[in-house]
Structure formats: structure tokens, C-alpha cells
């Protein structure tokens, strides 16, 4: 057993329901988790039964009731030492991320401090959870709302952020007074439980149980199971649109609520009067970063026609001085694709991309190692190619050319997601229009700074087909809560709104 799963508590056969302790009571056929690096296994996780899924939610609906009355800056303060619990673990949790899904240290390592960073910004939210008063029309009334907890949210999270987009909803939920119960990847599920267990083991010590539940399970069964159970008012699923267009139906059917963050296929836009050496590192970042793996990665750019072959050519260099191997290793910067299926979706896209006119610039091969590697790759292309349109979890980047800005924008908006999107530029003009509501469509719009690596002090989330939740920062926050309205009387009379008279 690696050394960094014995210290956060996982073991070669690990239990996959937990609500607290593990609930021990059978288990549904059992799966492993590889080392997309090396395809060796970590460790074994049982996937949990129905039976199982019933008595984590039960027993976050018994935590739920007691937490929901505990003042919500006590909720932070809970939440306060699990910001410290996470800072204690950083080192191992982000070397297990690392392990399971392949991203190089430094991104492993800064997946948990976005997870640290959102647990005190959730700290600071717990005594900000304001409603609005209003001014009554009639005399001697007052008018306010509030906003209560919601009640029990199940949160579905992908692989590629195995850590942290649980806290971002989980941080959260907990101090809006909400318990949650998560369904994580089966591609990532000992991150979940070392995750999972960091947080218990402060609950436990303030004598709190119940309230984060886990189940790892099949999305057939449990995951079917848990979109459509009506005790979830809130459904918050991070992951591919095919999977949120078809959670979003089922939970719009019952009439339950949604939070979807789904794919993106982020542009970057170059102008001539750009920092080329700043939009290089940008874009660097921001296509090769976590192997292309981030649904903020940069697939497309557009470059403008006086720069194009330039500046291509400088990309084409800085692509292939990117060190390609082993995550943890000094010096990497791209590691492994999660699994097989993953660079079988990387080969078909180049495929079809020369098929439909593409011209490879550089990479394009999966890498002769163990593992799932490939080569980062940039395809000379036009954005009308359908290949251009889809979001391929790989590290590929379309290259195209442009004359007029207002022909960028139209075409970078011309896909059916809406994440991000950013323009390098030193035109105040340019930026003004990138970011005016003519501009980008996307939920996030960035001016000298790349697609991915959003800070956790803004609302995430994007437009269109990237399923128009938010989460983190700004009123991300409401979408936990319920929001009541309030009139009080404190006169002798019952004067009716918009004037009515009903008297007897
Ligand atoms: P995926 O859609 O394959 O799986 C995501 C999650 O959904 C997993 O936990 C999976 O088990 C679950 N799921 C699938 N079908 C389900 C069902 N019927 N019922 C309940 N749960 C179900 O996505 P992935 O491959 O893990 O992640 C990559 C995708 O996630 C990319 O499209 C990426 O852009 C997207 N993503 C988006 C964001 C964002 O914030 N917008 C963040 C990270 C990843």
C-alpha cells in the first residue's frame, strides 16, 4: 500500500457508503482505481447497495433537522476547522489526486487549496446570508425575506476535480445549513473517501454526525436512484453535457431544482496589439494544463491574420519544449489522460479533424509509455468544423485565423457551450467590446488572462449547453437556501395590499 493511502486512512479494500463511519452491510460488485500514470492499482472500493444509499440519506435527513437550527456562524466555525483539517492533509490529499487522476504536483496540490480557499470563504459567508428589507405600502407593516436552509443537496462530481468541486458546493451547503450527500466519479473514488473523512473526523470531534454523506455507486443504480428522489430539493451535478441534459430532466420533472456545470469549449482571441509574451503563457496554461482536462481548458484560438504565422510558430516551439511524464515527478507538466477510453476520444478527434481539413502542427500521437499519455497538439483548422463544435477531454488546441474582431467573437460564440472565453489585448476598445453584452456569451470573460484557473471569489459556471449553474463566489450561495417572504403587522388594523377593501 502506497504510503500516502495509508496515511489518509485507505486501505486495499475500501468500503463505498459513508455517512460518518461506513455503513458495513453489503456491498454491489466492487471496482479499482488506477494510476492513470502507470495503470498499476491503488486500491479496491466496494460500491455501495440501494440499501446503502437509503441509510446515508436517512441519516442525513436526521442531521439535517438538528443542523438547520444551529446559527449559521456555528455552521462556519465548523466549517472554519475543516479549512484547517484540509491544511494539515494538503500535502497528502494533493499527492492522492495526483495518483488517481494524474494531475502533475502543482495542480494536485492546488485543487486542495481551492478547496481550503472556498472552506474560508464559506467561514466568512456563514454571518453574510442577508435578505433584503422592503418598504410595506401599508402603515404600521414591515416586509423582509430571509433565507432558510434548503434541505438535503446530492452532489454528482466528475473526475477532473475529485476534491474540490465537492467542497465548492459542500463548503457552501454546510454553512447555509444543508446537508449533502455525494455521488463522486468512479474514476476518482479514494480521493472522495480521504475527502470524506477529513471532514468526519471534525464533525465526530464536535460531536456532529450525518451531516456529509457518501456513496459510491453506479450511475444506473445509485445515481439513477438519488436524481430522482424527491428528498434532494437540489440536485448540483458537475460533469459532461450529455450527463446534465439528462439529469436536468429528471429533476425538472419532479420539479426539484438543478445546479448543472457541464462542458465547455473555451476560445482565447489574440489581437495585434496583444502581450504575445503574455497571451503565449496563457494560452500555454490554458490548453496543456491538467492534460487538457479542465472544463475551462483552451480549445480554440483565434488568431488575428497579421500574427498568425508568428506567433503559430513560437506556439508550435513552447508545445514541444512541454515536458510530458510522470505527475509527481520535478519538471513535469503534462501527465497522463485519466483512462483508455480517454485517449481513444483523443485519437478520433485528430482523425476526424484532418478528415475535415485540419493540418496537425505539432503532436497528434498518444505517447509509447505505460499509461494513457499523449502529446499535446495543435490543429491548423476553421471553426465551422464540426470536430471544432464538440468538447474533446484531451489536450488539442484548433488554431484558426481572423480579420475583424467582430468575425472572432460571432464565431467564438458560435458553439453550443457557454463556459469561458477570454481576449488578449492591449486595446481598450477591443476589450470593452469582448466584454460588452454584443460579446462573448459565456459565463466567464477574461481580458489578458487565460480560460481556466478561475478564483474562487467569483460566480463559476457557464451559459448554453454548459447548463447555467454557479457556484463559489458572489450570491453563488442562494441556490442552498430557500428564500421566504415575510410581512409582519404590528398595527390594530388589517389594511389589505393594492388598496382592497373586504369589509363585512
Ligand atoms: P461524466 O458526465 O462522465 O460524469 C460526471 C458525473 O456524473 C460522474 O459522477 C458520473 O458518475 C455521474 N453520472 C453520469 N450519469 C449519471 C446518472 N444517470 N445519474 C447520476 N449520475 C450520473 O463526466 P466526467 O468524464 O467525469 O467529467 C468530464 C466532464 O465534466 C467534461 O465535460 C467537463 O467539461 C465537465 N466538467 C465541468 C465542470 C464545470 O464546472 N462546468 C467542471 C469539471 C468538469
Known amino acids: 500500500m502506497n504510503d500516502v493511502l495509508a496515511r489518509l486512512g485507505l486501505s486495499d479494500l475500501n468500503p463505498g457508503a459513508w455517512n460518518g463511519a461506513a455503513i458495513a452491510d453489503g456491498y454491489d460488485g466492487e471496482i479499482t482505481s488506477e494510476n492513470p500514470a502507470t495503470g498499476e492499482a491503488l486500491a479496491r472500493v466496494q460500491l455501495a447497495t440501494r440499501a446503502q444509499y437509503e441509510a446515508v440519506v436517512k441519516e442525513a435527513e436526521r442531521a439535517f433537522r438538528e443542523w438547520r437550527m444551529l446559527p449559521a456562524p456555528k455552521r462556519g466555525e465548523l466549517v472554519r476547522q475543516m479549512a484547517e483539517a484540509f491544511r494539515a492533509k494538503k500535502e497528502d490529499l494533493g499527492a492522492l489526486v495526483s495518483l488517481e487522476v494524474g494531475k502533475i504536483r502543482a495542480e494536485g496540490q492546488g485543487e486542495v487549496q481551492e478547496t481550503i480557499d472556498i472552506a474560508d470563504y464559506a467561514v466568512g459567508l456563514s454571518r453574510q446570508l442577508y435578505g433584503l428589507s422592503m418598504h410595506s405600502e401599508r402603515s404600521s407593516h414591515r416586509m423582509y425575506e430571509q433565507w432558510h436552509p434548503l434541505g438535503l443537496v446530492s452532489v454528482i462530481t466528475a473526475f477532473n476535480f475529485p476534491n474540490a468541486v465537492w467542497a465548492w458546493n459542500a463548503m457552501i451547503a454546510a454553512v447555509c445549513g444543508d446537508a449533502v450527500v455525494w455521488k463522486p466519479s468512479l474514476k476518482a473514488p479514494l480521493t472522495a473517501i480521504a475527502t470524506h473523512r477529513a471532514c468526519e473526523e471534525v464533525l465526530a470531534k464536535n460531536g456532529w454526525s450525518g451531516l456529509f454523506g457518501l456513496v459510491i455507486g453506479r450511475d444506473a443504480d445509485v445515481g439513477e436512484t438519488m436524481i430522482r428522489d424527491p428528498r434532494f430539493p437540489l440536485v448540483s451535478a458537475t460533469g459532461s453535457t450529455r450527463m446534465g441534459r439528462h439529469v436536468g430532466r429528471v429533476v425538472a420533472d419532479r420539479l426539484g431544482r438543478s445546479l448543472l456545470e457541464l ?193 474562487i471569489g467569483g460566480a463559476f459556471g457557464g451559459e448554453k449547453e454548459t447548463g447555467g449553474g454557479r457556484e463559489a463566489g458572489s450570491d453563488s450561495w442562494k441556490a442552498y437556501m430557500r428564500r421566504q417572504t415575510c410581512t409582519l403587522n404590528w398595527g390594530r388594523d388589517l389594511p389589505l395590499a393594492q388598496g382592497i377593501s373586504f369589509d363585512v
Request: some cysteine; overall charge negative.
Open 263 to 455: 462542458g465547455g469549449n473555451n476560445a482565447i482571441i489574440v489581437e495585434p496589439s496583444a502581450d504575445l509574451g503574455l497571451a503565449l503563457r496563457g494560452i500555454l496554461f490554458g490548453a496543456v494544463g491538467t492534460a487538457g482536462q479542465r472544463c475551462t481548458t483552451t480549445r480554440r484560438l483565434f488568431l488575428h491574420r497579421s500574427i498568425a504565422a508568428d506567433f503559430t510558430a513560437r506556439l508550435v516551439a513552447a508545445w514541444k519544449q512541454v515536458r510530458i511524464g510522470d505527475p509527481l515527478a520535478e519538471g513535469t507538466l503534462v501527465g497522463p489522460l485519466i483512462d483508455a477510453g480517454a485517449v481513444a476520444g483523443f485519437e478520433h478527434a485528430v482523425a476526424a479533424a484532418v478528415a475535415q481539413g485540419g493540418e496537425v502542427l505539432v503532436g497528434g500521437q498518444r505517447v509509447d509509455r505505460p499509461g494513457h499519455f499523449v502529446q499535446p497538439t495543435i490543429i491548423r483548422a476553421r471553426p465551422e468544423m464540426p470536430i471544432c463544435k464538440e468538447e474533446t477531454f484531451a489536450p488539442i488546441l484548433y488554431v484558426f485565423e481572423y480579420s475583424e474582431l467582430g468575425e472572432a467573437i460571432a464565431a467564438q460564440n458560435d458553439v453550443a457551450q457557454g463556459l469561458s472565453s477570454a481576449i488578449f489585448t492591449d486595446s481598450f476598445r477591443s476589450a470593452e467590446t469582448f466584454l460588452s453584452a454584443a460579446g462573448s456569451d459565456c459565463g466567464i470573460a477574461n481580458v489578458n488572462i487565460g480560460t481556466s484557473g478561475a478564483e
